[in-house]
């Protein structure tokens, strides 16, 4: 069940991660708000503090999200953005994803 929670803080983190970007990006490429960059500033934060809420090192952490990040972003590009991944950013972001659960989850003699 360990595992569970933190993949479920990984994708919690990558969704404030990706979605406050997304909407400064949007700010700045797009002309939208400035309201869109102060959410998204503040979303930004929060995955900050979100990222503190798994139990391993800071360093063995943020390396597995980068794997999980790749996936999200892609996601993301797909579902929200309009983006058509190729076959060759699916087998990327599933290296990625691999990488990032042997990172974070192989057992190991000690936490963290």
């Known amino acids: 069940m360990i595992w569970i929670r933190s993949f479920l803080i990984f994708i919690l983190a990558g969704l404030c991660e990706i979605g406050g970007g997304y909407l400064i990006w949007l700010w700045l490429k797009e002309g939208k708000p400035l309201w869109y960059a ?18 391993a090192s800071f360093g063995r952490v943020y390396a597995a ?11 993301w590009a797909w579902k929200i953005d309009g983006f058509r991944p190729d076959k060759y950013d699916i087998i990327g972001a599933a290296v990625a994803l691999l990488g990032a659960c042997i990172i974070i ?3 190991r003699g000690s936490v963290g």
Not at 40 to 52: D, E, K, P, S, W
């Open 38 to 55: 102060i959410v998204g500033g503040l979303i930004l934060a929060l995955y900050g503090v979100v990222a503190t809420w798994q139990t």
């Open 65 to 75: 999200y980068g794997g999980i990040f790749i996936v999200l972003a892609l996601l």
């Open 105 to 107: 989850y192989t057992p």
